[in-house]
């Protein structure tokens, strides 16, 4: 139950990516509530996460590693290598994921050690009841979605690991969630490239979480994060209300950000740079 964004353009002269998510989640089977914080500091980049939150929470975990040894390593001048290292270290992560998911889903069904199924299961079951149980385990994803962004030898990097496992290296921008279908497609009517300003993809990202709300299970809330160089940065209540003031219009607005638009992100600080539509 959620729309999360990432998206890639520059700030001062440098890479920088937008983050933004909903706050909307389930308590219980069927109780909606709009109280889920699904942004995860993963070094100096950033997770946002969607699907059931303690799959997401060890998928988090589970490529951490690869991520602070991407984003220590990752040189200018063998960026290209670097990313692909990366994304295999996301897919070995996220392989070893879903092994242990399995794994938990025979101990559970079966009582048996995963090992000792895989080696004599057809002894302990039936024909059907082996087949049957093999074709759960074929259907058993990762259970969470994640998107990581970070600024990483000065470029901005934008990673999507699906359910499925599958890890792609996003271009411009990229979605997850039950929303992310509505918000994919607006933000495919705009034209994209690295060199697009943060004030306009601030008005992009944030037109598209308004209209991924017409999803019933978005919230409203909304949360920011932007990254950059080696900053988190967020909106200010006066930021917000010029972001708010120019979604929804026509054309894309022309806008400016001084210096009391946006702020630090502060861990200590109460103020969480979250708005309310």
């Given at each position: 139950?959620?729309?999360?964004i990432?998206?890639s ?8 990516v ?33 699907g059931?939150?303690?799959e ?15 984003q ?31 794994a938990n ?13 895989w ?17 759960e ?7 969470a979605?994640?998107?990581i ?8 990097v ?8 599958y ?7 990229s ?13 495919c009517q ?18 598209a979480k ?18 950059h160089?080696d ?18 219009k ?28």
């Amino acid at each position: 139950m959620t729309v999360c964004i990432a998206a890639s353009c520059m700030y001062e002269g440098s890479s920088a990516v937008v983050l933004c998510c909903d706050w909307q989640g389930t308590k219980g089977s069927f109780i909606k509530s709009d109280d889920v914080d699904k942004i995860r500091i993963m070094g100096t980049g950033t997770g946002l996460i969607s699907g059931s939150l303690t799959e997401a929470e060890e998928l988090v975990a589970e490529c951490d590693s690869a991520v602070l040894a991407f984003q220590k390593n990752a040189k200018e001048d063998s960026f290209d290598l670097d990313m692909n290292d990366y994304l295999k270290a996301l897919r070995r992560a996220g392989e070893k994921r879903k092994a242990d998911r399995v794994a938990n889903h025979v101990a559970m069904a079966l009582g048996l050690d995963p090992i000792e199924f895989w080696k004599n299961g057809k002894n302990y079951l039936s024909t059907s009841q082996h087949d049957e149980l093999y074709d759960e385990i074929r259907k058993i994803d990762l259970g969470a979605s994640l998107i990581i962004g970070s600024v990483t030898a000065n470029d901005s990097v934008i990673i999507k690991v699906d359910r499925s496992g599958y890890v792609s290296w996003e271009n411009n921008f990229s979605t997850i969630g039950s929303g992310s279908l509505i918000a994919q497609a607006f933000l495919c009517q705009y034209e994209w490239d690295e060199e697009i300003e943060l004030t306009t993809c601030l008005h992009r990202v944030y037109s598209a979480k308004q209209a991924a709300e017409k999803d019933p299970q978005v919230g409203p809330t909304t949360s920011f994060e932007i990254l950059h160089k080696d900053k988190r940065l967020d909106m200010t209540d006066i930021g917000w209300k010029k972001l708010k003031r120019i979604t929804g219009k026509p054309r894309e607005p022309k806008w400016t950000l001084v210096s009391g638009d946006l702020r630090e992100d502060n861990d200590d600080d109460t103020s969480t740079g979250v708005q309310s539509n």
